[in-house]
């Protein structure tokens, strides 16, 4: 609000100066008679000028100055009269461009903070170019609407409404000829800005395209290289690339024309006033004189920019209205997996219960856990064996609430966990995931992740010794403080598992899982993570997931699935003499990998 009262006082002062400069040149045209004796012509008191410019004739007349001074005086207000406009203009900048940053902050805010409460699920329907997309250049595009668009577009009305005014006022015959061009601008305006908004819209999607395939390529560019793919890749880019550049070069063509015909029209104006106006003072005639042609000369040359700009205005207002759908169909998206009506933070002991579970995927309609039950003591350590894709980890998604079971239910410690707070819930259970992830930082910060506040430095690095990565981090140049690469790059595939245990393990939770993420690291290793985790795991509930035997390890019970069904469920010793499919896995194990024997009883 106080922006458009600055756009409006910033015009009022602009406005005026044409009309102090009319009066000026009728001045100069007086004196000019008055020296060659001739009868007064134009007369100030029959011009139709706003009341403060009327006032100021006013004022010049009444202290009968000479024409020097006259002139300075007309001069010096001419100069407080800009310097009006530009203060009011700073003024006007400063609300709404600032208004518009503190928008576009708001907004980038608001969807990071949803982003992070939408489901897993929804970010596995979505690609990351999308949801960047959306964050970084559909509120760049809502940010110049609400800023520099709505702007100049009430600057636009502002200015088109006072000179009109002011115009018909003085003449409305010599404002119908300026005017006559008027539907031809519109046109040329509407057809030309058509072209360009279609064009500048293949142009973002080209260049998205672009970018999407620029930023694979680095990602993969060890497959490029190993696959000797660097000579196709190029000839992609530079196919995508030629695209582009035909398309802005297209652009650039119908704006050449657009700015040109834009001054041709005006200039038309300019001309008909003056050749319409100089008529009518010659003959006389309306009471034209030459102050009235300066006046509407100027009138015009300020209507140039706020005209030319229609089109621009025009089309970042569609964009805007585009990007904002685009903002709000992800805004509007509600997480399914919330915490129920009354759910309270519980404190959780380690007893897991599942009972009767089914899930799908909602979006393949893969069945992949069937009537499924199983019963987890306290303290107990697992092993959950079978094939890829026999649902185990989609066991633990459920168990951790990232979707939510079909049919049955999952207890922890007697609570149906719905009931439990999901952050509570998340905050008890450690979770190694399948696949590791690692941020672009330090060793340090990267296994500390979990933790809130600052903690003891030591308490870090004994993670790392029960994850047994301690003594690979000390031969590391930086040693915990050694960035890690994007994605982990620098790293072998073991270390970063082994790291990503550290960081699981530094929660000290009542319940942790493991979802097969000792799968790059050497038998031997595993045997010492294995050593080093019984120790560390005595007294809590743990999950182990794995597809091979992870056999240097006592479990409590064992658990195979098949197809999302419990196929088999025992101790080490029971299942052998069951001679099942995990006899027969240990058998293929032991046979092929001599070092990688099991402690038995
Ligand atoms: P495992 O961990 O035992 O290898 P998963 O639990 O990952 O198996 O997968 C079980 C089944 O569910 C597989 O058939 C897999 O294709 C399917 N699946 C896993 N994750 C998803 C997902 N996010 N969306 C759709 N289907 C999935
Ligand atoms: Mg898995």
């Keep these: 609000m106080l922006g458009i009262v600055f756009i409006v006082l910033s015009n009022y002062f602009r406005i005026l100066s044409p009309q102090v400069s009319g009066f000026v040149v009728d001045k100069v045209e007086q004196f000019i008679q008055l020296q060659n004796h001739l009868p007064l012509q134009p007369n100030e008191h029959q011009k139709n000028y706003d009341v403060s410019v009327k006032l100021f004739i006013k004022e010049v007349n009444e202290h009968h100055l000479n024409f020097a001074n006259i002139i300075v005086l007309s001069a010096a207000t001419l100069l407080l009269l800009a310097l009006c406009s530009g203060f009011f203009m700073f003024l006007m900048r400063q609300t709404v461009i600032v208004m518009s940053r503190y928008i576009e902050y708001d907004q980038k805010n608001e969807i990071f903070k949803h982003y992070q409460q939408l489901d897993t699920g929804f970010f596995k329907t979505h690609s990351t170019g999308d949801l960047m997309n959306r964050i970084a250049e559909d509120v760049s595009r809502v940010r110049m609407y609400v800023g520099p668009a709505l702007m100049y577009f009430i600057n636009l009305a502002a200015t088109i409404g006072f000179s009109l005014f002011f115009m018909i006022r003085e003449n409305w015959r010599l404002t119908m000829y300026v005017l006559a061009p008027l539907p ?14 279609k064009k500048s ?3 973002q999607a080209l260049l998205s395209d672009l970018t999407s395939t620029a930023q694979e390529s680095y990602s993969g560019i060890r497959v490029i290289k190993s696959f000797v793919q660097e000579k196709a890749m190029l000839g992609f880019f530079t196919r995508n690339s030629e695209a582009y550049k035909k398309n802005a070069i297209g652009l650039a063509k119908v704006e050449a024309i657009y700015f040109p015909s834009m001054s041709l029209l005006i200039g038309l104006s300019t001309i008909l006033t003056i050749a319409i106006g100089s008529w009518y003072v010659i003959h006389k005639e ?3 004189t030459a102050g009235t042609i300066t006046e509407f000369v100027i009138y015009i040359n300020m209507l140039t920019f706020p005209v030319s700009a229609i089109g621009w205005t025009a089309s970042m207002i569609q964009r805007a209205a585009a990007s904002q759908k685009r903002i709000n169909e992800f805004l509007l998206t509600k997480p399914q997996i919330t915490d129920t009506l009354g759910a309270k933070p519980v404190v959780l002991n380690g007893a897991i219960q599942f009972v009767n579970v089914s899930f799908t995927y909602q979006n393949t309609g893969i069945k992949a856990l069937k009537n499924l039950s199983l019963h987890i003591k306290q ?21 951790l ?3 939510d079971v079909g049919e049955g239910l999952i207890t922890i410690g007697g609570h149906n966990i719905k009931n439990v707070q999901l952050q509570s819930l998340r905050r008890q259970i450690s979770y190694v995931p399948q696949d590791v992830f690692l941020f672009s930082d330090t060793v340090q910060n990267n296994i500390a992740f979990s933790q809130e506040e600052t903690i003891a430095f030591e308490e870090i690095e004994n993670a790392a010794k029960f994850a047994s990565i301690h003594n690979e ?8 403080q050694t960035v890690i690469g994007e994605r982990g790059v620098t790293l072998s595939g073991g270390q970063k598992q082994r790291i990503s245990i550290a960081r699981a393990l530094l929660k000290k939770p009542e319940i942790i899982v493991f979802d097969d993420c000792l799968s790059a690291v050497d038998a031997k290793t595993e045997n010492e993570i294995a050593s080093n985790l019984y120790r560390y795991l005595e007294h809590k509930t743990s999950i182990i ?3 091979r035997i992870f056999s240097s390890f006592r479990f409590d ?12 469920e025992g101790t080490h010793e029971e299942l052998l003499n069951a001679n099942g499919f995990y006899a027969e896995m240990f058998r293929l194990q032991l046979s092929g990998n001599k070092e990688d024997l099991p402690i038995t009883a």
């Design 201 to 203: 819209e293949k142009i």
């Design 286 to 288: 309306h009471n034209v």
């Design 379 to 399: 303290g107990e350590k697992v092993l959950i064996m079978g094939k890829t894709g026999s649902g185990k980890s989609t066991l633990v998604q459920l168990l």
């Design 473 to 480: 981090i000390e031969q590391f140049a930086q040693q915990y």
């Design 401 to 403: 609430r990232m979707f």
């Design 545 to 547: 997931i794995s597809h």
């Design 184 to 197: 031809v601008l519109a046109l040329t305006i509407y057809m030309v800005n058509t072209v360009i908004n």
């Design 557 to 568: 019970k064992i658990f195979v699935l098949e197809e999302g069904e419990l196929l088999e």
